[in-house]
């Protein structure tokens, strides 16, 4: 983040040759970096074709995780990889286990650029014919891969500043192919593996890689219907479609969108903070809580509806450690959402609506806003950096890092009942 931001400073970086502040510098970085997609300048008119490709550079890095592309660039140079180093990557990577590491790793890789590259492949023809061919290719390259990280960077300036898909919205390639790139770098390697393994033998699936595809597929088709039925009534049936497709996925952590959600009702716009902050699936390029997360939580609500002793999914117990984990997670993000919202909207003096929308897509690294982000002034700069950075490497892991676990032993405390609801 860093290393982008001293690169983003210099004059190279711009199309005007000037020099970028640090605080703007970093913002873009960082924003980057964990994939996010906020922005303080149009991606296509402020910086320079250098610039674009350090933004994509980090991009790349952030969407595949740095641990991974540290060991990608360790095995190129030939140099091995100890024991700590791979229990590092298997949990940075969620591998199923350390004997197929290295063989998930470079499925990591292979099934990276076979997806960017098709996606670029897909929206050449439409970019090429509106840009030229040199910048056409550029443009292709940049958008799918934004796409496939879950970045939502784009350089569609030329339509208007902070355009992003807006010019697409009725064009069925450049929306399809984003939903498929969105989707596929959301879905996570694990769940590719399975489906690469097994063909459609769901029955042979692991257990995550049948509640992330289920849940995938509950989570784009009610929150469609909900805009087909309560937010496009007055597009025409085909734009209807691809607005409400691209709306139900790109909240997903993408943070494209083919139209204004400024104009959204605010039933609509809290429907949108929900879905960015479930995220995608874990060992993927989306962010936020992740699908399991929200999976186990709702498993172990029903099992306390039933009286049950522990929470259960297609007939595989869930373990105690992962509810634990869950309603960690869950806490940690509604906390650091609602309080970066409110210091934000406290500061700026913006409707609440607006900066939980801002603070939950900085959260969940999504990049999707309600054009209020080149408006915030330092203080607020600061908050989305900090929020945009715990996103990406992971509230936990920060709170694991300033907290010494303490050593207990076979010590418990006594236990105690304690009412709740």
Not at 165 to 178: F, G, W
Not at 362 to 390: D, R
Request: some cysteine.
């Amino acid at each position: 983040m860093l290393s982008g931001a001293f690169l983003l400073m210099l004059p190279i970086s711009t199309k005007t040759g000037e020099w970028t502040g640090f605080t703007d510098a970093l913002f873009t970085a960082v924003s980057a970096s964990s994939v996010t997609g906020l922005v303080l300048y149009d991606t296509a008119s402020r910086w320079s074709w250098f610039g674009q490709l350090v933004i994509l550079a980090l991009i790349q890095i952030g969407g595949m995780g740095v641990v991974t592309m540290t060991t990608i660039l360790t095995k190129i140079i030939g140099r091995k990889i100890g024991l700590q180093a791979r229990t590092t990557l298997q949990e940075a990577v969620s591998a199923p286990n350390l004997g197929e590491l290295m063989k998930y790793t470079r499925f990591i890789c292979i099934g990276t650029v076979i997806f960017e590259a098709a996606g670029a492949v897909l929206m050449s023809p439409v970019f090429i014919e509106e840009y030229g061919v040199i910048k056409g290719l550029w443009v292709s390259v940049f958008t799918s891969i934004s796409a496939f990280c879950n970045a939502g960077f784009d350089l569609n300036g030329a339509h208007g500043p902070f355009s992003s898909m807006v010019p697409y919205v009725d064009n069925p390639v450049i929306v399809l192919t984003l939903v498929f790139l969105i989707l596929t770098g959301g879905l996570g390697f694990l769940t590719w593996m399975d489906i690469r393994r097994y063909g459609f033998k769901f029955r042979k699936y692991s257990t995550q890689s049948k509640i992330i595809i289920v849940l995938e597929v509950i989570l784009v088709v009610v929150p469609m219907v909900y805009l087909w039925f309560g937010e496009y009534t007055d597009l025409p049936c085909g734009q209807r479609f691809l607005a409400s497709l691209f709306q139900s996925v790109t909240p997903r952590t993408a943070g494209f969108n083919t139209t204004d959600y400024n104009d959204f009702s605010g039933t609509g716009s809290v429907l949108t903070v929900i879905l960015m902050l479930i995220g995608g699936a874990p060992g993927s390029t989306a962010g936020g809580m992740k699908i399991t997360t929200v999976a186990v939580l709702f498993f172990t609500m029903l099992s306390y509806f039933q009286h049950e002793k522990s929470p259960a999914v297609f007939r595989r117990r869930i373990t105690n450690e992962a509810v634990s984990g869950a309603v960690a997670v869950f806490m940690l993000d509604f906390l650091i959402t609602m309080f970066g919202a409110m210091a934000i909207a406290r500061i700026e003096n913006l409707p609440f609506i607006k900066t939980i929308f801002e603070s939950a897509s900085a959260v969940a690294t999504v990049g999707l806003t309600m054009g209020i982000t080149p408006t915030l002034c330092t203080a607020s700069k600061y908050i989305l950096i900090f929020l945009m950075y715990t996103g990406r490497v992971g509230g936990l892991t920060l709170v694991f890092a300033a907290i010494t676990r303490k050593a207990t032993g076979n010590r418990q405390f006594p236990s105690d009942n304690i009412a709740v609801g």
